[in-house]
């Protein structure tokens, strides 16, 4: 009998995902169901916004692209918010001492900006509560999100990438990297993959093929072309602006300092300058840094304690926190 590696997880995962996984072998046991309706609530809007995508260019497509491609992410959206209320500095303590606020910024020596959360769960604000004795206040305000919603948007868009795997597989087709919606493999795939229309893939090389490449992580990879093109995806620096010696270096583990893109930049401590810079001259390092074994040219998976990850979130543990920090700062913890 060959030896099997077997790994459990505790995954938050959409019905139609489990049964496309449960086909390929992985067996599925339910912990927690929570059931949702289901409609068909998007069709026309991905149909309209798509042919004006397919048949527009300029300001047009760019704006219909937008729409489609921030579906999910309205959708998706955290429902605790950030409020940005300037203050007068003296009046600081009264604010610390009754709402949820974790940053302060110092504008000038009589006006302060403050940051304070809104929508924050009720038993974040009995901890805080419990810990400090404080009555804090946080407003709240409807937020238009739906995680079942956003959960399906990315689970389809999974499904659809798994079941192209898997058929590349089954065709002997080897897969070297693979993103959201992108894949890299050594052969031609069959021709009713490819095309322009809803769903279908699109040959960004045209016919063309790669040379040699090299595929270090997510969003870190570079490759040559049968031009003799040089393509480069690193994030924090512009499309295709590295070397393939610079490519190279980064493989080896050396760390490689590149220009970033201007950013805007808007100086607060003087409330009478309205003017926005632009801050030029900006570096970003690139390192190649991973906690994976490579074995004959392929990583082995590590292991990862998906349900700590899953039952703490980080986000609110931090405006905890930062709450308390500030708090204590101020000397406001009440002693019963």
Known sequence: MSNVTIFVFNLELIFEELKTVKKYGYQVELIKIYSF?????????????????????GASRLIAKMHLNQLYGYFGRR?????TKNVLTKDL????????????IKINDNISTILMSSNLDYSLINEIHSDTHLNLLTSFRNIKSN??????????????????????????????????????????????????ELGQLKDELKGGYIKKAYFLGIKKYGY????????????????????????ELISKGVTIVKPSPA??????SDLNNLNIDIKTNLETSIEF???????????????????????IDYYLKFLKNRIIHLINKYNLRKIL
Do not use: C
């Open 79 to 83: 429902k605790t918010l950030i409020e």
């Open 37 to 57: 309706t289901q409609r068909d609530i998007f069709s026309k809007y991905i149909e309209y916004f798509y042919n004006i995508k397919k048949h527009s260019t």
């Open 224 to 247: 040559i072309d049968n031009s003799d093109q040089i393509h480069s995806v690193f994030s924090g620096v512009e499309r295709n602006s590295l070397t393939w010696n610079e490519i």
């Open 289 to 311: 840094k991973t906690r994976k074994t490579l074995l004959n040219n392929r990583y082995l998976p590590i292991k990862i304690n998906i349900k700590f990850l899953i039952t």
């Open 147 to 196: 995680v079942a919603i956003a959960a399906a948007v990315t689970a389809y868009a999974r499904i659809e990438m798994i079941e192209l795997k898997m058929l590349l597989v089954k065709l002997g087709i080897n897969l070297y990297y693979t993103d959201t919606d992108s894949i890299f493999i050594d052969k031609e795939i069959p021709k009713n993959l490819i095309g322009s």
């Open 93 to 104: 303590i009264k604010y610390y001492g009754s709402y949820t606020i974790f940053s302060e």
């Open 263 to 268: 950013r805007f930049f808007k100086n607060l």
